[in-house]
DNA sequence: GTCTATATTGAGATAGAC
DNA sequence: GTCTATCTCAATATAGAC
């Protein structure tokens, strides 16, 4: 019962990250000032310092925070699969899987790619080695549908890297009030990437 | 024979867009300063202001410009397409088409995708109007293959995004001096977009 | 056409009061 | 835990000499 007024840290700490890869996804980090983040929290710029150490620190957080949510919700998925499923369906699994994390968290997945270039390069590699974790997933799922003579594929890595870029590509049109349902463009997503691994 | 010496302005005005597209493509628009351009150029910051208005004139300069070569060299493509060449064809040559001259100008298309958060509204609807105009000649070829009975798809609109997408997505990770020519990387990629619209 | 110098503004980060 | 105040530095853009 300790611990009542006066103790926002609980509160604001997550309030600095969410603001930040609101106004990042917008603006881009190296247009958006702390004190805009400060303004947009509701506090001045330098109680950010509470909560990062400095502004690159708050940047790189926020792209591990996302990598991490992306590797444990496809652990969660991808766990059912040991055995005997067949690389079809865990290719559909896949493409669900991702257009479904991708379009829950449109700042984050913006973020992720496109502030890359403004990281130290010991924290560029973390997350290199986050996402190339993640592309050996699905390349997995095509080694095994080429082995048992289901899919039709000139290159795996290749395929690999063209099927993740159609999926995330997908982020940047997707509206929830769109021409579509989610599940409908789902269908068109599964279809098209069984059509590119098949053999012809 | 006149204007000789003394007079740069007809090679330092390119210089000074080349240095910006090198810079904005490695390090973003916004964490780029006009000294750090200046320098690549090897003048005074202040002589940039000859060339351009202001920052933002300059960055929607290099856009526009990536866009007008684009639609120029596209149209200089489909032009031979009038008439009775088949779907399948034009879809290959669109592809093929797609990835060299995207593969060309790697800064030119980075600076084009990832800047667009910085143009003005006005600036950035001109840009936006160039590229609907762009992804719609695909459409049509997505069309015309439907209606011709050789292309199964479940809709022209998402697919042509979605190709475009993947495509595009080749510029993160292609290098000159990989592990497969250009022609093979061609190859696979005409297979893997023939195989997304086939009838299944 | 380019330079130097400068006006003006705002950035990241820190110190110390409360 | 947040505030105010401030240090230090660098940004865009302009003016006027050469």
Redesign the pocket.
Known sequence: MA?KT????????PKVQAAALHLIARHGF?A???????HE??????????????????LFDLMRGHMDALLTARAAVARDDSGAVAPLIRLDEFVRFHIRFHLERPDAVFVSYMELRNLTPENFAALEAQRSDYENQLEVILRSGVAAGEFGLADTKITTLAIIAMLTGLTTWYREDGRLPLMQIEQIYTGLVRGAVSVS
């Open positions: 611990r006066g103790s926002h840290g609980n509160i604001t700490g190296a958006v000032s702390m004190r805009q983040i400060a929290v509701g506090v001045q710029a330098g109680a950010l310092y509470r909560y990062t150490p400095d502004k690159q620190t708050l």
